[in-house]
């Protein structure tokens, strides 16, 4: 065993890689060289640490040191401070690690104190591109186990003793779903990971598949011994090109091993699997319009039944979990399906993964027990709203979800009390809003992102969300009526009902969740002709105040349409009719003298 | 691969390794690595010790380097922190001595007292020859 007296950490998830990870990793590498101390000390990359927010993000051990917005100049003072004396540089700390001039244990701090990884269990502590990494951490022992000393329906059995359900947003049992496609015969079946994450706003999978790819992997193989099958379709967005050059990376590896292949562990199970690229259509993460896609054609969806677990792909019996819900599946064969259900609520086992985003502190990747509240994720995981904000609303289950408000803040986090109050699990994105969020705003910028990626397959889905985009349109410019309230909900109600699959199916829910819970903003803009928030545009009016005005005219020189006018050393004036409300003038205002409301 | 005992082989090889990337409660060897440790020879102490930890496959032992102690006219100075023991400081060290305490004490359990900080008639001494002189 190589012994190393300090391990570097760097995060390569796609966060802290775009914002030049890589190239500190590099820049370690070389200073450590430099003061000839590359025996001692360990560099490695690994997936995401989940405080994205923070980023790019550098561990050092033994300490547990975590620096946070790490530049590459930094990178010489880590090493000759930190790594050749032993003197962390504390200024480049995350401050709440340091306490006293000590450094804390990341897993006191707010952020991870209440956080349970077991999806994430590996990211941002190993290498994803080493799976000798990934076997150190009882990788692939599931497997091992599945294939000696388990038959097929021990291990559904196992899996349906957990309780764990779909983590892509339906919620479906995974053991039944298991079950259902082990019992249909036929001479092929496949299993598919659906790792066509498209929710604005969420980035689990995608973190999954960048920190711990073997584990998806290593779930499909148990998967499709479980069921019967010998070929599995990862089927991934080309715009995660970390995620998929990882993927081929584990792959490559799996099969040298032989943990994919023939004759796996020496028995007569096979397994081997193929990535399929999406193009980054929404419509793809709906299950038969992801198989349309893999088999070559549009990804539209089909008719259900027969469901994938009868006829799938080419027509045979399929298996699709989403990544999260594969990434489950090794800890809960190698710890027993009762240790998984002893963690979360009566009807929702297990953690969750959810993207925090919007008006947060913690912007990032958390894990938590189900039954968790909201407040808990926001307040003491999330840290808050930045800026002394108030906390307006969140919205979970992405374009398919709704908003929760202030009052559902104690609300336990499951897939049932969600549905009730008409959001959602969906995959987890959850996006916070504080006061300056217009809530009309918020709802047609989801119906916009659905009408754009409504496959136009069915007649509600294609015409009702662009009728009901062309409503929210009317209301924020002003135009709307009452009449048109009460429009969006019959049409929201119809075309839930009659859509063909989930995407026109849930397609309305940002704007009926907010109509129930904030109509009186949508009653101020139709009636009152006001945005409450400050956010919709032709709503808002900039005027000068005369007291504050000095006459410098610099508004006037910088207004791009000439509304504004005046003499020099008296008030200037904002011609309504002319201003096209873009907002030059208040940003060169040096007397703060004028206005939008 | 074919059998669960290369897989398992595979595991233990490289556990150890990545293993100490997670927090550990364990035995700590702090080397004082200011100027003076540096100028006194800490440098090959800690190399020392890190090769015999490396080759007694010690695992559940972090090397650490520190600051200046404070008793430069001691250095290199090595202190051994194991879990629910009291801190004991080695002083006047050398590669070789590193590796008997990393043997002896750190693997053992046998504090090396030849080598330990003496405190005689409220002075610091690291040498009883000198008390008797």
């Known amino acids: 065993m190589a012994f190393y007296r300090s391990q570097v950490l760097v995060c390569g998830g796609t966060g802290c890689t775009s914002s030049d990870s890589m190239k500190i990793l590099e820049k370690f590498k070389e200073e450590v060289k430099k003061h000839n101390i590359e025996n001692e000390i360990e560099i490695v990359r690994t997936g995401c640490f989940g405080l994205c927010e923070l980023g790019p993000v550098v561990i050092v051990y033994p300490e547990g040191a975590f620096y946070s917005r790490v530049k590459v100049e930094d990178v010489?003072?880590?090493?000759?401070?930190?790594?050749?004396?032993?003197?962390?540089?504390?200024?480049?700390?995350?401050?709440?690690t340091v306490e006293e001039g000590r450094i804390k244990s990341l897993n006191e701090t707010g952020f991870y104190k209440k956080q349970e990884r077991i999806a994430l269990r590996n990211c941002g502590v190993i290498d994803p591109e080493n799976i000798d990494e990934y076997i150190a951490f009882d990788g692939y022992k599931a497997l091992a186990k599945v294939l000696t000393t388990m038959t097929p329906e021990q291990v559904i059995e196992e899996v349906k003793k957990s309780g764990l359900r779909g983590r892509g947003g339906g919620g479906f049992p995974t053991g039944l779903k298991w079950e259902l496609t082990a019992k249909s015969k036929a001479d092929q079946k496949y299993v598919v990971c659906n790792a066509d994450e498209g929710d604005p706003g969420a980035f689990m999978d995608r973190s999954i598949l960048e920190g711990d790819p073997?584990?998806?992997?290593?779930?499909?193989?148990?998967?499709?011994?479980?069921?019967?099958?010998?070929?599995?379709y990862i089927y991934v967005r080309a715009e995660y090109p970390i995620a998929v050059q990882r993927l081929k990376v584990?792959?490559?590896?799996?099969?040298?091993?032989?943990?994919?292949?023939?004759?796996?562990?020496?028995?007569?199970?096979?397994?081997?699997?193929?990535?399929?690229?999406?193009?980054?259509?929404?419509?793809?993460?709906?299950?038969?319009?992801?198989?349309?896609?893999?088999?070559?054609?549009?990804?539209?969806?089909?008719?259900?039944?027969?469901?994938?677990?009868?006829?799938?792909?080419?027509?045979?019996?399929t298996l699709i979990n989403n990544v999260e819900t594969y990434a489950n599946i090794p800890p809960i064969i190698v710890r027993g399906g009762e240790w998984f259900a002893s963690?979360?609520?009566?009807?929702?086992?297990?953690?969750?993964?959810?993207?925090?985003?919007?008006?947060?502190?913690?912007?990032?990747?958390?894990?938590?027990?189900?039954?968790?509240?909201?407040r808990e994720v926001i307040y003491e995981i999330g840290g808050g709203i930045p800026n002394g904000k108030k906390f307006k609303a969140v919205q979970t289950g992405g374009p398919s979800g709704g908003c929760l408000t202030a009052e559902h803040l104690d609300t336990p986090i499951e897939y049932d009390t969600l549905t009730a109050l008409g959001s959602m699990m969906g995959s987890g994105g959850m996006i916070v809003m504080d006061e300056?969020?217009?809530?009309?705003?918020?709802?047609?910028?989801?119906?916009?992102?659905?009408?754009?990626?409504?496959?136009?397959?069915?007649?509600?889905?294609?015409?009702?969300?662009?009728?009901?985009?062309?409503?929210?349109?009317?209301?924020?410019?002003?135009?709307?009526?009452?009449?048109?309230?009460?429009?969006?909900?019959?049409?929201?109600?119809?075309?839930?009902?009659?859509?063909?699959?989930?995407?026109?199916?849930?397609a309305p829910n940002p704007v009926l969740s907010t109509l129930k819970h904030f109509r009186d903003e949508y009653v101020?803009?139709?009636?009152?002709?006001?945005?409450?928030?400050?956010?919709?545009?032709?709503?808002?009016?900039?005027?000068?105040?005369?007291?504050?005005?000095?006459?410098?005219?610099?508004?006037?020189?910088?207004?791009?349409?000439?509304?504004?006018?005046?003499?020099?050393?008296?008030?200037?004036?904002?011609?309504?009719?002319?201003?096209?409300?873009?907002?030059?003038?208040?940003?060169?205002?040096?007397?703060?003298?004028?206005?939008?409301? | 691969m074919k059998t669960l005992q290369?897989?398992?082989?595979?595991?233990?090889?490289?556990?150890?390794?990545?293993?100490?990337?997670?927090?550990?409660?364990?035995?700590?060897?702090?080397?004082?690595?200011?100027?003076?440790?540096?100028?006194?020879?800490?440098?090959?102490v800690l190399l020392a010790i890190m090769e015999e930890v490396e080759k007694?496959?010690?695992?559940?032992?972090?090397?650490?380097?520190?600051?200046?102690?404070?008793?430069?006219?001691?250095?290199?100075?090595?202190?051994?922190?194991?879990?629910?023991?009291?801190?004991?400081?080695?002083?006047?060290?050398?590669?070789?001595?590193?590796?008997?305490?990393?043997?002896?004490?750190?693997?053992?359990?046998?504090?090396?007292?030849?080598?330990?900080?003496?405190?005689?008639?409220?002075?610091?001494?690291?040498?009883?020859?000198?008390?008797?002189?």
């Open chain 1, 76 to 96: 010489e003072e880590i090493v000759a401070e930190h790594l050749v004396k032993g003197r962390p540089v504390t200024r480049l700390l995350y401050t709440e």
């Open chain 1, 214 to 232: 073997h584990s998806v992997l290593e779930a499909m193989a148990i998967a499709g011994y479980a069921i019967g099958a010998n070929q599995g």
């Open chain 1, 250 to 317: 584990a792959i490559k590896q799996a099969r040298e091993y032989g943990l994919l292949g023939k004759n796996i562990f020496g028995t007569d199970f096979s397994f081997d699997i193929e990535i399929r690229l999406g193009a980054g259509a929404f419509v793809c993460g709906e299950e038969t319009a992801l198989m349309n896609s893999i088999e070559g054609r549009r990804g539209m969806p089909n008719p259900k039944p027969p469901f994938p677990a009868q006829s799938g792909l080419w027509g045979k019996p």
């Open chain 1, 343 to 374: 963690k979360g609520t009566e009807k929702s086992k297990g953690t969750k993964v959810f993207a925090l985003g919007g008006k947060i502190t913690n912007t990032g990747l958390v894990e938590v027990p189900m039954g968790i509240t909201l």
């Open chain 1, 436 to 506: 300056d969020t217009c809530m009309v705003d918020v709802a047609r910028f989801y119906l916009d992102f659905t009408r754009d990626e409504s496959c136009g397959k069915c007649t509600p889905c294609r015409i009702g969300t662009k009728r009901m985009l062309e409503i929210l349109d009317r209301i924020v410019e002003g135009k709307g009526t009452l009449e048109d309230l009460d429009k969006l909900e019959e049409l929201g109600k119809q075309i839930k009902a009659a859509s063909l699959c989930g995407l026109g199916q849930t």
């Open chain 1, 524 to 597: 101020a803009h139709v009636v009152d002709k006001k945005c409450p928030a400050g956010v919709c545009q032709a709503l808002l009016q900039y005027t000068i105040i005369e007291e504050k005005c000095k006459g410098c005219g610099l508004c006037a020189r910088q207004c791009p349409v000439n509304a504004i006018s005046g003499q020099v050393k008296s008030p200037f004036k904002i011609d309504q009719d002319k201003c096209i409300k873009c907002g030059a003038c208040i940003d060169k205002c040096p007397f703060k003298a004028i206005v939008k409301k």
């Open chain 2, 6 to 44: 290369e897989l398992e082989e595979i595991r233990k090889r490289t556990l150890d390794r990545v293993n100490q990337r997670k927090d550990r409660t364990t035995t700590r060897i702090v080397v004082g690595m200011a100027t003076c440790g540096i100028a006194a020879g800490a440098r090959p």
């Open chain 2, 56 to 133: 007694l496959g010690l695992t559940d032992v972090v090397v650490a380097q520190t600051g200046c102690i404070g008793l430069c006219k001691m250095e290199p100075i090595v202190e051994v922190i194991k879990p629910g023991e009291e801190k004991v400081t080695y002083v006047k060290m050398d590669a070789e001595k590193a590796r008997r305490i990393v043997r002896e004490h750190v693997k053992d359990g046998k504090v090396v007292e030849e080598y330990t900080m003496h405190v005689i008639q409220g002075k610091i001494l690291n040498d009883y020859k000198v008390e008797k002189e």
